[in-house]
C-alpha cells in the first residue's frame, strides 16, 4: 500500500502561481511513477502531469505544458506541481496518483494508476 497526502492547494487569482505537494508513504517511494491529475466540477478526471521513477522523463496535458512543471524528490518521498500563469479553467481537485507502470501510456492516464490521495482544492479567479 502505498499513501498520499497533497497539500498547497488553495484560491489564486488568473496570472498567479501555486506549488502542489504530494507526500508518500508505505512503500519505496522510487519504485512508483507518479502523475497529478484533476477533477473539474461536472467534468471527468483528466491527466495533468506524469514523470518516471527517476524524475528523468516528464509528460505533460497540452493544456498545462509551459506553464506546470513537475518534479520529485525522491529522498524526501514527494512529489510536486509547480503551477504558474494559472486560468480560470484550472480551477479543479487536484490528485496525485502512483503507478507501477513503466509504460508512457500507462503514466499518462489514470488506468495505470493504483494509489491515489484524497485530492486538493485549487480555484483560479478571474
Known amino acids: 500500500q502505498v499513501q498520499l497526502v497533497e497539500s498547497g492547494g488553495g484560491l489564486v487569482q488568473a496570472g498567479g502561481s501555486l506549488r502542489l505537494s504530494c507526500a508518500a508513504s508505505?512503500?519505496?517511494?522510487?519504485?512508483?511513477?507518479m502523475g497529478w491529475f484533476r477533477q473539474a466540477p461536472g467534468k471527468e478526471r483528466e491527466f495533468v502531469a506524469a514523470l518516471n521513477r527517476s524524475g528523468g522523463s516528464t509528460y505533460y496535458a497540452d493544456s498545462v505544458k509551459g506553464r506546470f512543471t513537475i518534479s520529485r524528490d525522491n529522498a524526501k518521498s514527494t512529489v510536486y506541481l509547480q503551477m504558474n500563469s494559472l486560468r480560470p479553467e484550472d480551477t479543479a481537485v487536484y490528485y496525485c496518483a502512483a503507478s507501477r507502470s513503466l509504460a508512457i501510456a500507462a503514466i499518462t492516464s489514470e488506468n495505470g494508476y493504483s494509489y491515489w490521495g484524497q485530492g486538493t482544492q485549487v480555484t483560479v479567479s478571474s
Open positions: 508505505g512503500r519505496t517511494f522510487s519504485n512508483y511513477a
